[in-house]
């Protein structure tokens, strides 16, 4: 018994099923306690036959109740000093003795194996525990990402009462920075959102980051999309999406090349 709880490794008790890890979990409660109760009758025994409880607690120097505990094992003290003491207290044989100690030793061998086997249990637990909370982190994640991107239809601007159209026209752009300065008066016309504010109406598809850069560029933005994100996120109409399309192909579509193309050279004959 002693010699099979000792080999009883970290790794092979991780390497048990949860079957496997309940059947030695109850196996060893139930050896140690065996062990426990026989061991603690023995020492009864030895006791009764060596005379009164209260003349073997005086001469052990200690009280009756401390001495019924360490006989009746409710008490483990950390060396075997005391119980070698007690026995040879009562008369007990060496060869008696050494049997006893040889008990104690493969009792606290099964209780430090049985000890280990439920920890294990205890870690598989925890383990589960984090599986399940990570599922639920990733669940709250999918719904906060559902949620962004509902927040994603966003209302169209709140438009200008008319003669009084001060919505910035980037077909008006003549340069690229005027492009992307117009980019940014258009935000600012547009209730002027914060920049994460604009990036969580478009469910994170651009981030606050990018967008701060499209803003900050001297240059167009190297694509439509981005541009029409934009656009959308501030509310802009189908024709205000047209309007910047048509103006950023203005900038980016090379234009067409000239062909020269020389005259046929008509030659006169003569009759």
Known sequence: ????????????IASYSAEILAEKIAEASRRRLEMRARLAMELAGIANQAGSLPMLAERMGVSEVELARVITLQLVRDNNAFLVSFLLLCGTEKRTIDAILAQFQALDLTE??????????????DRALEQEREKEREEQARIFAKRVRARAV??????????????????DAQTEEE???????????????SLREMSQSCGQKISHSTFRNMLNAQTVPRKLDLVDTFVTVLGGTQEDRMR?????????????QQVNVEPPVLRLTGS
């Open 1 to 12: 018994m002693s010699e099979e709880y000792l080999s009883l490794s970290s790794a092979t």
């Open 112 to 125: 430090k194996a049985h000890v280990r086997l439920v920890n294990e249990r205890y870690k598989r637990k």
């Open 154 to 171: 966003v209302e169209p601007a709140i438009a200008d009462v008319a003669g009084r159209d001060s919505k910035p026209n980037p077909l």
């Open 179 to 193: 492009f992307v300065d117009t980019m940014r008066r258009y935000r600012v016309w547009a209730k002027n959102p």
């Open 244 to 256: 910047w399309a048509t103006a950023w192909r203005h900038f980016t579509v090379p234009a067409p």
